[in-house]
DNA sequence: CCAGATTGCAACCTCCAACC
DNA sequence: GGTTGGAGGTTGCAATCTGG
């Protein structure tokens, strides 16, 4: 099993009771990434043995460089799967039930799994469901004697970018995503891609599932048959306290996820799994605009836009019969069904009663959709993150005449000077966000209209 | 004073997600 | 499959510095 911890006390602690502990340090998060991919593949390589040319690719594919071995000894061996560390002080009274060796099956058949690639922090001691088990793929009444799950992810999947759904930048998958700029060589590219690719099927594969096990989970009781208290929860180790706190359903998804294989077809859900799936959604985020995707929530929201718009124009759709319920309760968690400057095609009675733009065919203004602009939102956030930083290094050094470099806020300075430019000359169309936000650099004294070509060397102090 | 080195910057490129 | 826009990377120009 492999970890990143952030603290030597917590590694030291997980590694006591192995006779032969591996564990390196590293500078960031990448180079202890590409550590364990790598202490992945000579796994597999000990199990099956390379060729000579297999050797090679690999050793360009994952590159020599960049670990930083400060320390070593070693821990692995392929039995030692079958220990498990001992748990920390803070969280052994929630030590879990062990319910057999399914895990050590699951590892096995599933060695690509991301969750045995990405750094963090999992143990996961659930038993999860055999996969020969006739009610997991019939009746779905998944058989849980009373356990506590415990839950530790690590700072990697708690922050900066927790997995909902269908979004891609928040896959934690992104990470090997992130590693693009020091590609190496095509072949290094094609490999990081390929693995992506795979790795991110997987995980939305694994999606609807989660969401069935988690919520099949969460309704167990956990002394069946007496009435005990209903529910298992789901726990997340609070790394500054150091205590056991109960994890959000984002945490326990991300969490279930890591540990369940493929999702059978038959467990797809139904529609109005699907919108209470949309209700945890809402209740995270704040909002029912799930992004778009190929699969997964984002796609059956998108369907549902789809539906509906064929219904409104009169289309024959299967199903229409139930469809206006469905708006119904779509409409009550505060769904919307249009997109800004999109055609309104029902002019349904909210749309009526605005009076704004609600008859049919008619081009939608009204801010109501306004929330709907996910890349716009995630736009704005990222934006006001490098303003901030902005504010910092003018609180700091007094003037906003920050450094050029090749990237973070020197390149980001850079930016919004070329945005300026190309909005001036016409290449690129000025938005009202622009509009406010060029005014605030230049409230902050930024000097955005560009001055002569070519630069100079640092001025002397005086 | 001058040639070469250093540096800042604008323009352009590639890549990608999001959207249509 | 095309478009858009943000991000990092690259290149070339020209101002400026350095040392002889």
Redesign the pocket.
């Known amino acids: 099993r492999y970890c990143v911890f952030f603290r030597w006390a917590e590694c030291r602690a997980q590694l006591e009771d192995y006779d032969k502990a591996e564990f390196d340090v590293f500078d960031n998060l990448d180079d202890a990434s590409r550590y364990i991919l790598k202490g992945e593949e000579e796994r597999r390589r000990l199990k099956r043995g390379l060729s000579p040319e297999e050797k090679q690719n690999e050793n360009d594919i994952l590159g020599g460089s960049g670990c930083k071995r400060k320390v070593q000894g070693t821990i692995h061996d392929e039995n030692a799967g079958n220990k498990r560390a001992r748990p920390t002080s803070a969280t052994s009274s929630t030590a879990p039930v062990d319910h057999g060796g399914d895990q050590e099956q699951h590892e096995d058949a599933d060695g690509d799994a991301l969750s045995s690639k990405l750094p963090h922090l999992v143990q996961p001691s659930l038993s999860a469901p055999a996969s020969n088990d006739p009610d997991l793929t019939g009746t779905r009444t998944i058989e849980y004697s009373g356990f506590v799950l415990r839950l530790l992810i690590s700072d990697i999947l708690l922050t900066p970018r927790l997995y909902f759904g269908p ?3 928040e896959h934690p998958g992104n990470m090997f ?1 992130r590693r ?2 020091c590609q190496r060589s095509r072949e290094y590219t094609k490999a990081f ?1 390929e693995l992506r690719d795979d790795e991110e099927a997987r995980w939305r594969r694994q999606d609807e599932l989660a969401w069935e096990v988690m919520n099949a989970v969460r309704s167990q009781q956990t002394t069946p048959g007496t009435g005990g208290d209903a529910g298992v929860k789901f726990m997340r180790l609070e790394e500054d306290k150091g205590e056991l706190v109960e994890a959000t359903d984002l945490e326990a998804i991300t969490f279930t996820k890591s540990i369940l294989s493929d999702c059978p077809k038959n467990l797809r859900p139904t529609w109005d799994e699907r919108l209470s799936h949309l209700t945890e959604y809402k209740k995270y985020h704040g909002t029912t605009n799930v ?2 995707a190929r699969t997964g929530l984002g796609r059956w929201v998108a369907k549902q836009r789809e539906i509906s718009r064929k219904f409104h124009k009169g289309e024959k759709i299967s199903g229409a019969e139930w469809q206006k319920e469905r708006e119904r309760k779509l409409k009550r968690l505060g769904f919307y069904f249009f ?1 800004e400057g999109e055609r309104v095609g029902g002019g349904d009675e909210r749309e009526a009663a605005r009076g704004d733009g609600g008859t049919p065919g008619s081009i939608r203004t009204s801010p109501i959709d306004v929330p709907f ?3 716009q939102t995630k ?1 704005i956030k ?2 006001e993150a ?1 303003y901030t930083q902005l504010l910092a290094y003018k609180k700091r050094w007094g003037d906003v ?1 920050v ?2 470099s ?3 806020l020197g ?2 300075v ?2 919004q ?3 300026y ?1 190309d909005i001036r000359d016409g290449k ?2 000025e938005t009202e966000i622009w509009r406010g936000q060029s005014a605030r650099l230049q409230e902050l004294g930024m000097d955005l209209v ?11 102090a005086v």
């Open positions: 979004n891609y930048d995503h693009q700029s891609r992004p778009n997109r602009n996910h890349r736009e990222k934006w490098f005449d450094p050029y090749s990237r973070g390149k980001w850079q930016k000077k070329e945005r430019r690129k169309s560009p001055k002569r070509s070519g630069g100079g060397r640092e001025k002397k």
